[in-house]
């Protein structure tokens, strides 16, 4: 995403809203995904009442 060498984040500010909202869109599902490996108890329990109205 050019880091030192002002590419394509450094265009304008929406080219940095939208590298920044993918960025943090893959890093939610990675999280959310390490998270359902290791079952983790209190993620399952925050879970339970979305995935009921679900």
Same mark, same amino acid.
């Given at each position: 995403?050019?880091?030192?060498?002002? =590419?394509? +984040?450094?265009?304008?500010?929406?080219?940095?809203?939208?590298?920044?909202?993918?960025? =943090?869109? +893959?890093?939610?599902?990675v999280y959310v995904a390490v998270l359902r490996a290791l079952r983790v108890r209190e993620f399952e329990e925050f879970m339970e009442p979305i995935g009921r109205r679900l």
């Open positions: 995403m050019g880091g030192y060498t002002f =590419g394509f +984040a450094y265009s304008s500010i929406m080219t940095a809203a939208l590298t920044s909202a993918l960025a =943090g869109t +893959a890093m939610a599902v």
